[in-house]
């Protein structure tokens, strides 16, 4: 029997950080792929990532696939809070 896991889904259930740069100050600033933003350790500004559409936004299975508290986590970071 093989075990089914969507790769889309890996960056939410194993997230990595990733360097984005500050657009106030030009600082690297590390947000994690299950994150869209940051705040800049030497200006203090928000720092987000832009990114584009992930599976959690359109697979009818996304809840179940990463776990209802990270779906949901994520829903809430998209909408702006």
Request: net charge positive; hydrophobic share 25%.
């Amino acid at each position: 029997m093989m075990i089914f896991e969507c790769p889309g889904s890996s960056r939410f259930k194993q997230p990595a950080p990733e360097g984005v740069k500050c657009a106030s100050c030009g600082e690297e600033v590390e947000i994690w792929t299950d994150e869209t933003e940051a705040i800049c350790p030497k200006c203090k500004s928000k720092v987000t990532r832009q990114g584009g559409q992930s599976c959690l936004d359109w697979c009818k299975y996304a809840k179940d696939c990463v776990g209802e508290e990270r779906y949901n986590k994520y829903i809430k970071n998209r909408k702006g809070k």
